[in-house]
T-cell receptor, first 114, second 112 residues
Framework: DTGVSQDPRHKITKRGQNVTFRCDPI?????LYWYRQTLGQGPEFLTYFQNEAQLEKSRLLSDRFSAERPKGSFSTLEIQRTEQGDSAMYLC????????????FGPGTRLTVL | EDQVTQSPEALRLQEGESSSLNCSYTVSGLRGLFWYRQDPGKGPEFLFT???AGEEKEKERLKATLTKKESFLHITAPKPEDSATYLC?????????????FGKGITLSVRP
């Protein structure tokens, strides 16, 4: 069990640029989640997938955000036309599903928008 | 509106000084309550899941308990390495809902 991995760990970008983050979940987990965390706050839910199906999206997920999990394995989160307010830690988590909702988090991607 | 409130916001303890962290929730249809530990710059690390009032779970110096309105994370004889932010989160019933709703966390500092 190698745990949840995320890439990159840090990303600095200029306002208006597009960025893409990748998440590789624990191999046997069929549920994958994206959260966003800002300083002094708990993680806030963005979206989640069961296998390749995106089942829920938060109102926080504006039209500039899109997430995919094309083969039910890894997932990508893209932010288009980044804004300074997008600066945050983006966390990915996975769970087994099947009534077990313990979510295991990756190390996160720290995004800084200048 | 569903809410998760953690208190205190920050707690400073002397090594060996036991204490409790509180997580209160006002939600309908609790499916589970989760505790996580988070070190600076890292993702949350899973500690416990509690499903029903009266349930308790232990791991080393930590014990989590659950009532119908709140959960406590008891820390017995803490060590400096227990310093971290402790997050609680709730999983609610309903539809395809699988998300966790987190509190803001409690920052624990244990002095040697």
């Amino acid at each position: 069990d190698t745990g949840v991995s995320q890439d990159p760990r840090h990303k600095i970008t200029k306002r208006g640029q597009n960025v893409t983050f990748r998440c590789d979940p624990i191999s046997e987990h069929n549920r994958l989640y994206w959260y966003r965390q800002t300083l002094g706050q708990g993680p806030e839910f963005l979206t989640y997938f069961q296998n390749e199906a995106q089942l829920e999206k938060s109102r926080l997920l504006s039209d500039r955000f899109s997430a995919e999990r094309p083969k039910g394995s890894f997932s990508t989160l893209e932010i288009q036309r980044t804004e300074q307010g997008d600066s945050a830690m983006y966390l990915c988590a996975s769970s087994l599903g099947q009534g077990r909702n313990e979510q295991f988090f990756g190390p996160g991607t720290r995004l800084t928008v200048l | 509106e569903d809410q998760v409130t953690q208190s205190p916001e920050a707690l400073r303890l002397q090594e060996g000084e036991s204490s409790s962290l509180n997580c209160s929730y006002t939600v309908s249809g609790l499916r589970g309550l989760f505790w996580y530990r988070q070190d600076p710059g890292k993702g949350p690390e899973f500690l416990f899941t509690l499903y029903s009032a009266g349930e308790e779970k232990e791991k080393e110096r930590l014990k989590a308990t659950l009532t119908k309105k709140e959960s406590f994370l008891h820390i017995t004889a803490p060590k400096p390495e227990d310093s971290a932010t402790y997050l609680c989160a709730v999983h609610l019933e309903g539809g395809a809902n699988s998300k966790l709703t987190f509190g803001k966390g409690i920052t624990l500092s244990v002095r040697p």
